[in-house]
């Protein structure tokens, strides 16, 4: 449900919009002056090297306050390692069906078939709108059985877990200077966090594709909102990608299209979107957004591919309002909740069965 009630029109004190929007169990009334309608490009340089911190900081609480959304350069990953990663993650999609299973895992690990993951089902208890998407899930240390067979795309993978996970912790870093915290005081909340590294695969669309609900498949991944602190996407392509803005409507994601055989000089762009976990946190005062993948008409007749990693915090992390996200006379909206209990929900609804994290993938950590 999203509803709106507006008021002034204007850029004064008085509030543009007043947005209630329910995500199951999580209820978000945001108020925000402006939305220009498009989701800001962050250069994080100036975080990361201690030139700018607060100049930073400030752009990226704005974009978490108006749309939940936001896109970073300057953030120092290797443009080669994402090309090697694209090319070894086409070859393990296009490999018979019989290799893909061979990497299998709890709690949502390993290979999932296309139609496996039903991630509308996480907000909308009825739905039986399946995924058109294959993807291969992955998290740290590597567990067997779970991990591909392919030594190359193991390594590789290992090695991009390794710079998202550093990337995901001076984000969150960022955020507390945000939320004007001091700058570590998420560190001992994500310091065994529970990540998860997906590389998803969407099948072309050569006609039509029909499922039992809405007749035509409109979306390739409907929609919903990341559970989570936050995730770090990465696209060649982002077509596709769609949020619902403040205003009620699906605004395109559109970050700069990728060739990364080229090296033009250009910085890779990640775009970044807070979850569920970090919205309880701050009281609603950042948004975990409601986005979709569509079926984009100049993308339908190939395949579309993107690599998110998806940060949460440490399992036995317990999430309660932050002091310094409430207003003036202003309550904590949610009880204290742990975050692996948040989890193990919504991966059971987005796969249709009781999913618990065992004990090893926390101890691992």
Aim: charged share 20%; glycine share 6%.
């Amino acid at each position: 449900m999203v509803s709106y009630r507006f008021s002034s029109p204007t850029l004064s004190s008085t509030p543009l919009l007043s947005i209630t929007q329910t995500h199951t169990s999580i209820v978000a009334t945001i108020r925000i002056e402006y939305f220009s309608g498009t989701i800001p490009t962050i250069d994080i340089s100036g975080f990361l090297d201690g030139s700018d911190k607060m100049a930073v900081a400030a752009k990226v609480g704005q974009a978490c306050q108006e749309i939940g959304f936001f896109m970073i350069r300057g953030h120092g990953v290797d443009r080669e390692l994402l090309r090697k990663l694209q090319m070894s993650s086409s070859a393990f999609f296009d490999s018979p069906i019989t290799i893909k299973q061979l990497s299998t895992g709890p709690f949502g690990l390993g290979y999932m078939g296309q139609g496996t993951e039903n991630v509308a089902a996480t907000l909308k208890q009825d739905s039986q709108v399946k995924d058109y998407k294959e993807s291969l899930n992955l998290t740290l240390p590597v567990r067997d059985g779970v991990w591909p067979p392919n030594n190359d795309l193991r390594e590789l993978c290992s090695t991009y877990y390794s710079q998202m996970e550093t990337l995901a912790s001076q984000l969150m870093r960022l955020f507390a200077l945000a939320m004007n915290l001091d700058e570590c005081f998420f560190d001992d909340k994500v310091d065994k966090p529970y990540t998860t590294l997906r590389l998803l695969n969407y099948p072309e669309f050569e006609s039509e594709k029909t499922d039992t609900v809405t007749g035509v498949v409109t979306t390739r991944n409907a929609e919903h909102t990341d559970y989570g602190t936050l995730t770090i996407l990465w696209s060649s392509d982002s077509r596709g990608l769609q949020a619902l803005s403040r205003q009620g409507e699906w605004i395109d994601v559109m970050a700069p299209i990728v060739d990364v055989s080229i090296d033009d000089g250009d910085d890779i762009v990640f775009i970044i979107n807070i979850g569920d976990l970090m919205m309880n946190w701050t009281n609603d005062k950042w948004v975990s957004t409601l986005h979709r993948v569509v079926v984009h008409p100049e993308t339908q007749g190939r395949r579309r591919m993107s690599i998110p990693f998806f940060h949460n915090p440490n399992p036995d992390a317990v999430i309660e309002c932050i002091p310094s996200c409430l207003r003036e006379n202003e309550l904590p909206k949610y009880a204290p909740m742990l975050a692996k209990s948040h989890l193990e929900a919504k991966v059971s609804k987005a796969l249709g069965k009781t999913e618990t994290m065992d004990d090893d993938l926390i101890l691992e950590k």
